[in-house]
């Protein structure tokens, strides 16, 4: 017991404190649910490198820090014109805007909307309309699931809250915009978002993770995807907090009958970030896509884990991982495809590709096929390596510089995932970001080179 | 040799062939012509045994045994042969390995030697001429990664080692060039003998100027509808099938 | 589901044909395992000082040792002072010199297993170390392979007549401490072959060992150890089998190659211990470390793995590709029917530069057996260049059985290549309809498509292996079409 204890961390530590602020507006029930989340978390603790799940990430660096709960944020002083960089510019999107995990109604933008439609703060609806959201909330993510989605529930407070009803498509995409100022000293943050689509709904959700100024901060977000029959959701997520920051985050969907879900996962910032991607097929002709991308420079530690979960007959999944590491970073992929026995019919495909720039950097990657089911057609195919030596060559034979041909062929690799965004300026927005990222890759591996 | 009389058949509950009368002798060549979803490839399948199809009425007498009784490879060895349209890949098994075990099977179940090695292939290299297959073919899997051409070409190849009595094209000439056809048809020509029935399946006539039927049969909504001569496929040609259905509409009206 | 498919799950009746017990006079050990038990069974075999030390402190390791749980496999707990350690038939004190010294029963038993051990003398080629039990009974060929300087025997003469061989060796791939039954191996093992090829020499026949469980409750903990010297070849077969007992009886057995420079080692195995009834009684539990290591430069090692039988399969036969340049191969076929489970696959270890692996896996899951693959493919930071490629494809007939892939595959070497494939299928009605269209029964057909799809891992192994292996295959799934 002594050595769970050790793992909590200092994360009991302002439990009772927030309880007690929150508790004057949060119903009984609510309440009820953090209890129970802490009292899991403190009987189980977190995951060590002997846990199947977390054999490549060590996650002590998160554990050996104190971060003090956001409790109440003031806005910190932030300004429009500091998060609108972060807006893609898509004036015409819902943005909501969360400064170190607080809404901020003044900075976000939020239009007119259809009959029936919530998007707003998740702690405005709970204080306002719980009723809305109640019965919904974990239950695609109970509160144990595992240790981090444990601990955003035990200090659940705000995040987005998306309810689409029958029948309605909300045409400009939702940005959840996440932004960390860095300048309230390590600190934590547990964003709890709900996307509720309902039958033959259809919506985009993008979420966005970003920093104003450099600090140390943990944040850990989880979001719940519910989707009703023939719903169709996609869903973006883009994490590129500071380089001292933690990142552990769940998104977890339950997909109802022919619905359609697509997910997106691009993470490209963090000392430590790890991504659990849970997608749930459980309705007759379900089809889910995960697609993403993660790069790590210098000594940062990527880790993404997607599970899908073929439910029910004739359901269809596509994935694609990309991975990019460079310096001494380590990256992590587990794929997971489960077939269970009455999932007839399943058509599942995964890939996940690595490239690595750097002779010190390294990779772990299992993709992993779990067939309960005789009648399914399941593929997987990993493969790690660098750039080719042949391209490069002929690009240096053309006269390209070798590091520019370099980037060329790394922003190559990249593209396949970035081409699948459908939202023209997140497409943008993530070329400019890569192009400035990759530029300076792989330079260790030239002679002479900086 | 065929009889087949009133024959209903109903795939996944839906009724497909309402009552299919037709008769084919030794030496006979029938065509069986109708536009997509009238229920040709329905009676190419039922005839050979597929599971999924069900029977719900009428009978088929195959040389004087009830056809419908038989397993499937039963019915192979009797000398019943169904040229796929969609010949199925099976990978790592090879095309001489393959057809050589099917060869013996009949062999066996006609009362004659299973054949060796070496007379196997000599027998082989023999039939290679008849549909101008490259002999590389031989060698590797089943269709695996075959052309659309080899494919059907090896169909027919598989029928000139087998020897059927009754062959059964099921739209052997879709997706061929006119190169392809005209080789595929010059083999099936020279499978032609008095003791065999060939029965072909298409929904163009242009397969059949180069393999002339003795009878042509359209096939509309699951049953026959008009028979008649070789000129009952160019007739066709010309005004299409609109025109048999009016006709027939015509007829019920 | 179409009565094709129901068809193709009802083949799995097929009696274990080689069931059945020999009458000899065994000289057996009391249930149960303690110091003592091992100072018995090492005296018992007049062992040398250094092997008794290694065994107690294999013993005193393992007593602090859990049982691994992560495999994908499940089994009521075995109960490790139930087992006997030690069984021989009673014979002559020093051991025979020729066949005719054997006992009559126990070389009756090889012929009803088809390995006759005077036909294999005269007519095959192939030298036989036969373990029965826990003794090796007879090798053949001894003289004509000493000639060349070769060393094929049991382990047990090897401890006497080579023990400067056996300390050098003994241990260096699979320590002591290695794994939990690798641990209880090291501290039991009561018998195995020994083989060693000098330098230079191409061993100019199949080497073969035959293994076979016959006493009620034994386990059985053989070990085996090949040395190819630099520049030498030798091709090894090991086939087991085991009589039909409602228990279920442990196997824990080690093997460890070592190739040097330039040496290479082709290991092949089919495996056919008892499965099991069909309501999962009995059965073997073959939990079985195998590990080459490539240690020279340009060596090479290569398993290929037929595994039919058992209850539960738990082995990763795999490479240490230490020496630069060296290659590390896997091939497997694995088959489950009826309630067997198979948790195998292969570790390749890329240390040296250059080193290449390549891994093809084809499992079989019927009736309600699962199937998994487990392959961990590591290359360590100063592996430049190395490549890996790895196939792994699963077949499943019928809709109760399971098949599972953990692929690990860990680079840290940015100049190396690593590729992974896998895919999940079925037979599909489609191929045997077209089969049967063709004459071939539907018995026929699964067996023909399921060898198609086995073909790139029985090219693997020498023709006598593979047309048996062709032949269990068949055995296995018999009943899984109807």
Known sequence: ?450 | MLKIRGLRASVGGKEILKGVDMAVNAGEVHAIMGPNGSGKSTLAHVLAGREGYVVTGGEVVYEGKNLLELAPELRAREGVFLAFQYPVEIPGVSNTYFLKASLNEIRKHRGLEELDAVDFLSLVRQKLKIVDIDQDLLNRPVNAGFSGGEKKRNEIFQMAVLEPRLAILDETDSGLDIDALRTIAGGVNKLRSSDKAIMVVTHYQRLLHYIVPDFVHVLLDGRIVKSGGKELALELEEKGYDWVQEEVGAQSR | MSTETDRIEQIATQEYKYGFVTEVDTDVAPPGLNEDVIRMLSAKKNEPEFMLEWRLKAYRHWLTMVEPTWANVHYPAIDYQAIRYYAAPRMKPKGPDSLDEVDKEILRTYEKLGISLEEQKRLTGVAVDAVFDSVSVATTFKDKLAGLGIIFCSFSEAVQQHPELIKKYLGSVVPYSDNFFATLNSAVFSDGSFCYIPKGVRCPMELSTYFRINTADVGQFERTLIVAEEGSYVSYLEGCTAPIRDTNQLHAAVVELVALDDATIKYSTVQNWYPGDKEGRGGIYNFVTKRGKCVGARSKISWTQVETGSAITWKYPGCILQGDDSIGEFYSVAVVNNLQQADTGTKMIHIGKNTRSTIVSKGISAGRGQNSYRGLVKILKKASGARNYSQCDSLLIGDKCGAHTFPYLEVSNSSSQVEHEASTSKISDDQLFYCRQRGIKSEDAVNMIVNGYCKEVFKQLPMEFAVEAQKLLGVSLEGSVG
């Not at chain 1, 390590?186 to 709890?192: E, G, L």
């Not at chain 1, 790394?410 to 965004?421: G, L, N, P, R």
């Open chain 1, 1 to 450: 017991m002594a050595e769970i204890a050790e793992r909590t961390g200092s994360f009991l530590e302002g439990f009772d404190a927030f309880l007690r602020s929150a508790a004057s507006r949060s119903p009984e029930r609510l309440q009820a649910m953090r209890r129970s989340a802490i009292d899991r978390l403190a009987s189980t603790g977190f995951p060590s490198k002997r846990d199947e799940e977390w054999k490549y990430t060590n996650i002590s660096p998160v554990l050996e820090r104190v971060f003090a709960p956001v409790i109440t944020s003031q806005g910190n002083g932030v300004a429009r014109r500091d998060v609108d960089r972060f807006t893609f510019g898509a004036v015409a999107w819902h943005t909501l805007v969360f400064i170190d995990g607080h809404f901020s109604r003044e900075l976000s933008t939020l239009h007119p909307l259809h009959d029936g439609v919530i998007i707003g703060s998740l702690a405005e609806t709970i204080d306002r309309q719980f009723e809305a959201i109640e019965p919904y909330l974990a239950r695609v993510t109970p509160h144990d699931t595992d240790a981090f989605t444990a601990l955003n529930t035990a200090f659940l407070r705000d995040g987005g809250f998306v309810f689409v009803p029958d029948a309605v498509a909300i045409e400009s995409p939702v940005h959840l915009l996440y932004v960390a100022t860095g300048g309230t000293g390590a600190h934590m943050v547990h964003p709890r978002n709900l996307i509720v689509a309902r039958e033959n709904s259809a919506v985009t959700v993008v979420e966005s993770f970003v920093r104003i100024s450099d600090g140390v901060c943990f944040t850990n977000p989880v979001t719940e995807i519910v989707m009703g029959p023939h719903a169709s959701v996609e869903h973006y997520k883009l994490q590129d907090e500071s380089p001292d920051a933690y990142h552990v985050g769940s998104i977890h969907s339950r997909q109802g009958r022919d619905s359609v879900y697509t997910s997106i996962c691009v993470s490209l910032g963090a000392a430590l970030s790890r991504h659990n991607i849970v997608s749930t097929l459980d309705g007759k002709g379900a089809e889910c896509t995960l697609n993403g991308l993660f790069t790590a420079t210098g000594t940062r530690h990527v880790d993404v884990h997607t599970t899908i979960d073929h439910l029910q007959p004739n359901c269809s999944s596509r994935e694609v991982y990309k991975g990019i590491l460079d310096g001494r970073s380590h990256g992590v992929f587990n794929g997971k495809i489960i077939v269970r026995p009455d999932a007839q019919k399943s058509d599942a495909r995964q890939t996940n590709k690595n490239l690595l720039l750097d002779g010190r950097a390294r990779i772990n990657t299992k993709p992993q096929l779990e067939i309960f089911a005789n009648d399914v057609k399941c593929t997987h195919g990993a493969t790690v390596g660098r750039l080719e030596a042949e391209s490069l060559f002929y690009m240096r034979s053309r006269g390209i510089g070798e590091q520019t041909a370099r980037a060329i062929l790394t922003k190559a690799f990249a593209s396949e995932i970035v081409d699948f965004i459908k939202p023209d300026p997140i497409r943008a927005h993530l070329d400019s970001v890569l192009h400035e990222q990759i530029e300076h890759m792989g330079e260790a591996m030239i002679p002479g080179g900086a």
